[in-house]
C-alpha cells in the first residue's frame, strides 16, 4: 500500500522548505512571526497564525524526517528522531531522558497517549502559583484541539502488555482509565517512538505544520537558534546557526527578523537558549524547577505471550495513587506501561552477562510497568536546574528524600499489581535485585531494598518548566497567556511554562494551552497588521 506523505507531496508542489544543512551564504529571514521549535507548541501556534493571514518562518535544530524515513528500526530511529541518540542524561547520569529532535520534535516519537490536564493540577497552579487557567477556561481549547488531531478513545483492545495493568487493577479494586490517542488510521504496529511510517499519528508532522506551510507559513530545518538580540524591552532578532547532516554548525549564520518571537524548543531548550542569551531574569527563575516526572520500572514474566513490543503502547493508566494524599502532600506516581523493544528495554534494565542475556532471552514474555512520579508540588519536590557550560548545558536534578519514599511505594504498588495479573515472577529494575516468586517475598524484599542514583534505573520522558507562566514576576518569566514579563513582542508555548509537572502526560496540554495563546496573540497582532 503506498502512503502518500503530506510533507514530501507539499514540498514538491512549492512549500517553502530551507533544510540548513545546504545553504552556502549567511541569510537574513523575515516574517510576522518567528517560531523556535516545531513540536506540540510550535507545530499548534504556527497553524493557528497562519490561519489568521500572519507570515510565519518556523525554526527546527533538527531534520525534517518523513514516514519515508521510518523503517521501525531502533538502531536508525534514535540517532536521527531524539536529542543525544535517546542517551540524554542527568549530571550525575543517574536519569535518561528522551527529548525528540527532528520537525514535529517530541510528536513525531511520542507514543500518542492524550490526557487532558488534571483538574487538581489547574487548582494547584491558581491557588499557589497565580495562574490565571482552569478546566473550565480550558475546556473549549482541549475540545478543539482533540478534535484538530482526532483524539479520541483507542476502540481495539489493549495488548496484552496493557491487558495486564488493566487485569491488575480489576483483581485489586484499583482505578484504572481507558487512554484517548490522537491517530487516524492506527494500524495497531506499537513502533510510534519510531516515527509513524504509515502517518497515522497525528503529529504535528502530518498535521498543523503541513497546514501552514499550505497557507503560506516557512520551514527551515537544520537551523539552531543561538541567541535572542535585543534592547530595552524588545526583541529585534534572532541569531541562528545552519547545522549539516550531523548537527553541527556549518559556519553559516541566519539571522531571524519578525514583529514577534515565539519560543517552542520545550523545557530544556528554551530556557537554554534566554539562559545564553543573558535576559532579564531579576528573580533568577530561568532554568528553575525542571520536572521530569521521574520514573521507575518494573519486569514481570508471564507464561503468555506478552510481545509488548506490538500493539498500541499506552492505552491503559492508572491514576490510583497520583493524588492519595492531595497535590501537597506525599508525592504519588502515575502507573502505565511502555513498549518494550530490543534496545530500549536493553538499555534499561539491569545487570550484565549472564543475567541481562536471562532477561532478555524471555524478552517475548516480559511484561513493564511503570511509575511516573509527580514532582514539583511540594518543598521536598523543587525540580532541576538547569547549569550552563563551555560546552552547552547540563541538568542538575537531585533524586530527594521524598522521591525514594515514592520510588519504593511505587515499586511495591507495582509489583503486587503484576502478580495480581498473573505474573510468575517479577524483577524490581534496581540492581542487585534477582526475581521475586510471590507478592509475600517481593514485599519483603522491596522494603528492604537499597535505592539509590546510578543503581536504580530512573527515566524520563516528559520534561517540564523551567520558565513558567503566571501573574507575579517573582514567580513566572512569562503571563498565563505566554507573553514575557519583559518584553513586548516575546512570547514562550510549550512544556517550560509549566510550573510543576502534571501528574499526566504533557502533550494535550501543551496543545490547548498553546491554542488559547496562539488565538489571543493572533487577536492582537492582525489587529495592528
Keep these: 500500500?503506498?502512503?502518500?506523505?503530506?510533507?514530501?507531496?507539499?514540498?514538491?508542489?512549492?512549500?517553502?522548505?530551507?533544510?540548513?544543512?545546504?545553504?552556502?551564504?549567511?541569510?537574513?529571514?523575515?516574517?510576522?512571526?518567528?517560531?523556535?521549535?516545531?513540536?506540540?507548541?510550535?507545530?499548534?501556534?504556527?497553524?493557528?497564525?497562519?490561519?489568521?493571514?500572519?507570515?510565519?518562518?518556523?525554526?527546527?535544530?533538527?531534520?525534517?524526517?518523513?514516514?519515508?524515513?521510518?523503517?521501525?528500526?531502533?538502531?536508525?530511529?534514535?540517532?536521527?528522531?531524539?536529542?543525544?541518540?535517546?542517551?540524554?542524561?542527568?549530571?550525575?547520569?543517574?536519569?535518561?531522558?528522551?527529548q525528540g529532535r527532528s520537525v514535529g520534535g517530541s510528536t513525531t516519537v511520542n507514543w500518542t497517549t492524550s490526557i487532558r490536564t488534571p483538574d487538581l493540577t489547574l487548582e494547584y497552579w491558581q491557588a499557589q502559583k497565580g495562574v490565571k487557567l482552569s478546566a473550565q477556561s480550558l475546556q473549549p481549547w482541549f475540545e478543539t484541539m482533540e478534535q484538530r488531531l482526532h483524539i479520541s478513545e483507542w476502540p481495539v483492545p489493549p495488548n496484552p502488555n496493557n491487558a495486564a495493568l488493566q487485569r491488575g487493577c480489576e483483581q485489586l479494586g484499583w482505578q484504572f482509565t481507558r487512554i484517548k490517542r490522537n491517530v487516524l488510521g492506527c494500524w495497531n504496529s506499537g513502533y510510534c517512538g519510531m516515527g509513524c511510517p504509515v502517518n497515522a499519528k497525528q503529529s504535528m508532522l502530518v498535521t498543523t505544520i503541513p497546514a501552514a506551510l499550505s497557507l503560506g507559513a516557512s520551514l527551515l530545518s537544520r537551523v539552531k537558534a543561538v541567541e535572542l538580540i535585543f534592547k530595552q524591552d524588545k526583541i529585534s532578532a534572532i541569531k541562528a546557526l545552519a547545522l549539516n547532516e550531523s548537527l553541527q554548525p556549518t559556519g553559516i549564520e541566519v539571522e531571524l527578523v519578525g514583529r514577534h518571537y515565539i519560543l517552542s524548543g520545550g523545557s530544556i531548550h528554551t530556557p537554554y537558549l534566554m539562559m545564553r542569551s543573558q535576559v532579564p531574569d531579576p528573580y533568577q527563575l530561568l532554568g528553575k524547577r525542571i520536572f521530569l516526572h521521574p520514573t521507575l520500572l518494573s519486569g514481570a514474566i508471564f507464561d503468555e505471550n506478552i510481545q509488548a513490543h506490538s500493539g498500541?503502547?499506552?492505552?491503559?493508566?492508572?491514576?490510583?495513587?497520583?493524588?492519595?494524599?492531595?497535590?501537597?502532600?506525599?508525592?504519588?506516581?502515575?502507573?502505565?506501561?511502555?513498549?518494550?523493544?530490543?534496545?530500549?528495554?536493553?538499555?534499561?534494565?539491569?545487570?550484565?552477562?549472564?543475567?541481562?542475556?536471562?532477561?532478555?532471552?524471555?524478552?517475548?514474555?516480559?511484561?513493564?510497568?511503570?511509575?511516573?512520579?509527580?514532582d514539583g508540588f511540594n518543598r521536598d519536590s523543587q525540580g532541576g536546574q538547569m547549569q550552563l557550560t563551555d560546552s552547552g548545558f547540563e541538568l542538575d536534578y537531585q533524586l530527594t528524600p521524598?522521591?525514594?519514599?515514592?520510588?519504593?511505594?511505587?515499586?511495591?504498588?507495582?509489583?503486587?499489581?503484576?502478580?495480581?495479573?498473573?505474573?510468575?515472577?517479577?524483577?524490581?529494575?534496581?540492581?542487585?535485585?534477582?526475581?521475586?516468586?510471590?507478592?509475600?517475598?517481593?514485599?519483603?524484599?522491596?522494603?528492604?531494598?537499597?535505592?539509590?542514583?546510578?543503581?536504580?534505573?530512573?527515566?524520563?520522558?516528559?520534561?517540564?518548566?523551567?520558565?513558567?507562566?503566571?501573574?507575579?514576576?517573582?514567580?513566572?518569566?512569562?503571563?498565563?497567556?505566554?507573553?514575557?514579563?519583559?518584553?513586548?513582542?516575546?512570547?514562550?508555548?510549550?512544556?517550560?511554562?509549566?510550573?510543576?509537572?502534571?501528574?499526566?502526560?504533557?502533550?494535550?496540554?501543551?496543545?490547548?494551552?498553546?491554542?488559547?495563546?496562539?488565538?489571543?496573540?493572533?487577536?492582537?497582532?492582525?489587529?495592528?497588521?
Aim: hydrophobic share 45%; glycine share 8%.
Design 1 to 98: 500500500m503506498s502512503i502518500v506523505d503530506p510533507m514530501v507531496a507539499g514540498i514538491a508542489a512549492g512549500w517553502s522548505h530551507t533544510d540548513g544543512s545546504q545553504l552556502t551564504s549567511n541569510q537574513r529571514c523575515e516574517a510576522d512571526v518567528i517560531i523556535i521549535g516545531s513540536g506540540a507548541g510550535g507545530g499548534t501556534a504556527a497553524e493557528i497564525l497562519a490561519k489568521r493571514g500572519l507570515s510565519v518562518i518556523l525554526v527546527e535544530g533538527g531534520a525534517l524526517k518523513t514516514s519515508q524515513d521510518f523503517t521501525m528500526e531502533e538502531r536508525t530511529a534514535y540517532p536521527s528522531l531524539y536529542h543525544q541518540a535517546a542517551a540524554m542524561k542527568t549530571k550525575d547520569k543517574a536519569i535518561g531522558i528522551f
Design 312 to 374: 498500541a503502547p499506552q492505552t491503559i493508566y492508572s491514576d490510583q495513587f497520583v493524588w492519595r494524599d492531595g497535590a501537597e502532600g506525599e508525592l504519588g506516581y502515575k502507573l502505565e506501561v511502555p513498549p518494550v523493544h530490543p534496545i530500549l528495554i536493553a538499555s534499561k534494565t539491569i545487570g550484565y552477562g549472564l543475567s541481562h542475556a536471562e532477561l532478555m532471552a524471555q524478552f517475548n514474555h516480559l511484561q513493564v510497568t511503570i511509575a511516573l512520579v509527580r
Design 402 to 529: 521524598a522521591f525514594w519514599l515514592a520510588a519504593r511505594h511505587a515499586y511495591l504498588s507495582m509489583a503486587e499489581l503484576q502478580f495480581a495479573a498473573g505474573a510468575k515472577k517479577v524483577l524490581p529494575i534496581n540492581d542487585g535485585m534477582s526475581y521475586l516468586s510471590s507478592w509475600a517475598e517481593a514485599k519483603a524484599a522491596i522494603t528492604k531494598m537499597p535505592l539509590q542514583p546510578l543503581k536504580t534505573i530512573v527515566a524520563s520522558a516528559h520534561v517540564m518548566g523551567g520558565c513558567a507562566f503566571g501573574e507575579e514576576k517573582r514567580n513566572a518569566m512569562v503571563s498565563s497567556d505566554g507573553r514575557s514579563h519583559y518584553f513586548e513582542n516575546l512570547s514562550v508555548m510549550d512544556g517550560s511554562i509549566f510550573p510543576t509537572s502534571l501528574g499526566a502526560n504533557p502533550q494535550l496540554s501543551i496543545y490547548a494551552i498553546t491554542a488559547r495563546n496562539a488565538n489571543l496573540l493572533a487577536d492582537e497582532l492582525s489587529s495592528v497588521s
